[in-house]
């Protein structure tokens, strides 16, 4: 498996099932400062409690078992520690009858929980896979790695030159601790010593019966070494991700390494056994993973180091920090084997290309906005000056010497400054040869012939920003920033573009004026309807606007936004869908809905080239349906839903036995049904709208309706 894809889905199954702390914590004021923040957090939490070096392993399963471990009065000198007691205020305890685990609080590494050790703090969860029995327990701690047990036959051969049983027990553990690479660190915290057998018992499988732990012992006795493969690769011999040897594979920290201890049998490697979980302090994990990686110690003298490590296929960057070796960020990878040499020098992040990283002199490599890096040292010295990007193409930037704001788009949070450089829009490009030297000044667009740009206030400007005099007068332009174009229209003495939400536009300024309708006229109230054919079937091109009911019923039961019900229609209730279409004409159902076309190209050309479109785009209203996105009206202090501008929802003809009636929707984007509604006052979430969930009867809807 590539290594740096194996550390990153190692640690996302971390975060979400680890009992340790992922901290969400995240330093930095920029985008760019929390991206690498977010690679770099981590946190460290001093090791506490713990048993000695022979009797910790055994010290992790309860007394009731009736075992006891017998490592001690081996004829092995240990080094002189002392055990700690696991009860100590600062040690929860367990209450599990089998397994009691020790310093579940003071230690910050990762475990993964093994088939039925279902207990985030320790103890087992009552699977029959875990041991469930004393005799297992015996069987387990009979068969567990021992630190006297694997060094036995190297202290018998070391006596056999003439060694004291002391200097050869000595020196086996100097020459196993200086394989592992925990030579110098025992020296320097000799109490770290006492976790020995828990290191010993996961990197050499678990049990003494395995042939790779047989291997690792023969190898170690006769040479008093260890190879790579007797401890980098123990997840090569299990076939199991989650049995693997963690530690030697980790994510953005070392320290986040061992699962939960786990038994193999002597064969298949099979899970038999899992028992509590065997505490390794970080500092450990780490060294071991280094020696793998033939990485140096990572000290204060090498903090901010970054190497280029490998071990048979996999390979990675990692740099020393103050908490340890941890895989490289995204600008230590970028900038790794360039030197910070001049002012200034920049390299483009070529995963993210907004991105760059700086060379400053005095603090090394720093993240920034390529803008700024390209534009560095570039003066800023008129407005409307444009500079090419060198690296990226299609990018220009301008030059303001006027207060303005960056946009980045509507995720990133827009910067402001007093002046400086600024991505260039289709207008700075257009007319930065063009001297804007008197108000009212215009300027025709190279590439539009639509579009024209105005002098005003010593600047230009697209047209749509000034007033204008004739309502309903509509000027298409193609947006620079949209695959397709905007329509402006003309109203109240300004120009809107007509994507946008309005209800106030009078009912003919909603159809397509270039679409010969039909009329229909309701006879119930001599309103003439526009009409139109689509698929073989007649559609009233508007939403209806009858209001032909008594009075009581015509308050509670319909709605207008504000007063345009004349414009864009009247909202029913459920309790008046069926009743609103005139005779001869009828509600569409499913199918009428489905044959509208469910998705773009088609669902663009049903909507009304005015009312909003939930988009940047204009709608073309091809076939003169003119569906207007009035979403729906319900009981709450606002009387516009933020569905307005966003979605048709009109009642359809089909309903359930239980009284629900079913919801069509249409949108810019897609066609689909909003799912049943009923008459029963019983409630539906009011997303997006605010307020409280809204009883049905209180939800109001548009009709449109089908001849029969």
């Known amino acids: 498996m590539n290594f740096t894809k194996f550390l990153q889905a190692t640690f996302s199954v971390a975060c979400a099932t680890a009992f340790f702390a992922c901290s969400d914590k995240v330093a930095g004021t920029t985008e760019i400062d929390n991206a690498l923040a977010t690679e770099e957090s981590s946190s460290s939490v001093e090791i506490s409690g713990g048993s000695t070096e022979e009797t910790n392993l055994s010290s992790s399963l309860s007394s009731s078992s ?105 020196t086996a553990k100097q020459e196993l601790y200086k394989a592992l690479g925990l030579d110098t660190f025992f020296l320097e915290q000799p109490d770290q010593q006492k976790f020995i057998n828990n290191v010993l018992n996961y990197i050499l499988g678990g049990t003494v019966t395995s042939d790779f732990y047989k291997n690792a012992e023969k190898k170690f006795t006769e040479t008093g070494t260890l190879s790579k493969e007797n401890f980098c690769e123990f997840q090569e011999y299990n076939g199991t991700a989650w049995m693997g040897m963690y530690a030697l594979t980790t994510t953005g920290n070392t320290r986040y390494a061992f699962s939960s201890h786990i038994l193999y049998d002597n064969t298949m490697y099979s899970f038999v056994n899992c028992y509590g979980t065997l505490y390794i302090p970080d500092k450990i994990v780490e060294i071991v993973d280094a020696k793998c990686y033939d990485m140096p110690r990572c000290d204060s003298s090498i903090v901010g180091t970054t190497v280029k490590a490998s071990y048979n296929s996999s390979e990675g960057l990692f740099t020393c920090r103050t908490v340890g070796w941890q895989i490289a960020n995204m600008m230590e990878t970028t900038t790794f084997g360039t030197e910070c040499d001049k002012e200034g020098k920049y390299i483009v992040y070529s995963k993210r290309p907004d991105t760059s990283f700086v060379c400053n002199l005095k ?150 004026s270039e679409i010969s309708y039909g009329n229909f006229t309701d ?16 559609w009233i091109a508007e939403n209806m606007k009858y209001a032909g009911f008594p009075d009581s019923v015509l308050a509670d ?23 609103v279409c005139p005779d001869g004409w009828q509600l569409p159902d499913s199918s ?3 044959s509208l076309g469910t998705s773009q190209p088609e669902t663009e050309k049903l909507i009304s080239q005015l009312g909003g479109t939930g988009s940047a785009y204009s709608a073309p209203d ?48 897609k066609v689909e049904f909003d799912g049943w ?32």
């Open 66 to 170: 009736g075992n006891k471990d017998d490592s001690s009065s081996s004829d092995i000198t240990s080094p002189d520690t002392s055990a700690t007691d696991t009860t100590s205020p600062d040690t929860p305890t367990t209450t599990d009858p089998i397994i009691s685990i020790p310093d579940t609080v003071g230690t910050d590494r990762l475990v993964f929980n093994p088939p039925g050790y279902n207990s985030m703090g320790g103890g087992l969860g009552g699977s029959t896979d875990c041991l469930d029995t004393n005799t297992k327990i015996a069987e387990a701690l009979q068969n567990s790695i021992l630190l006297a047990t694997f060094i036995k036959g190297r202290v018998e051969n070391l006596m056999a030159t003439g060694l004291t049983q002391e200097q050869a027990s000595s």
């Open 363 to 512: 603090s090394g490599w720093h993240p920034a906005e390529t803008i700024d890096a390209e534009t560095y040292g570039i003066e800023c010295d008129k407005q409307g000056k444009l500079f090419e990007s060198p690296n990226r193409q299609g990018y220009t930037y301008v030059c303001r010497q006027e207060r303005f704001c960056r946009d980045y788009g509507r995720y990133r949070k827009e910067p402001c400054f007093n002046s400086g450089w600024d991505f260039a829009d289709m207008t700075d490009i257009e007319t930065a040869n063009q001297e804007c030297d008197s108000e009212g000044k215009t300027y025709q667009s190279p590439s539009d012939p639509n579009l024209t740009y105005v002098c005003h206030d010593g600047k230009w400007t697209e047209f749509y920003n000034m007033p204008c005099d004739t309502d309903n007068e509509r000027i298409k332009i193609q947006d620079q920033n949209i695959t397709g174009y905007v329509e402006y229209i003309c109203y109240d003495k300004t120009w809107r573009p007509t994507y946008e939400w309005h209800a106030e536009y009078p009912a003919e300024y909603y159809f397509n």
């Open 523 to 538: 006879p119930r109230d001599g309103y003439v309807y526009h009409t139109v054919d689509f698929k073989g079937r007649t």
């Open 557 to 579: 039961e319909t709605r207008c936004l504000e007063d345009f019900c004349e414009n864009v229609g009247r909202f029913y209730n459920i309790n008046l869908a069926d009743k």
């Open 592 to 594: 009428d809905i489905l």
């Open 622 to 669: 091809t076939y003169g349906l003119s569906f207007i996105l009035s979403g729906r009206v319900i009981e709450t202090s606002k009387i516009y839903s933020p569905w307005q501008g966003y979605m048709a929802l009109f009642w359809t003809n089909e309903t359930g036995a239980d009284g629900t009636r079913l919801v069509a929707k249409v949108g810019y984007y």
């Open 677 to 708: 509604y009923t008459k029963e006052p019983t409630g539906i979430t009011d997303y997006p709208d605010e307020g409280p969930a809204i009883p049905i009867d209180k939800v109001y809807l548009t009709v449109r309706c089908l001849k029969k």
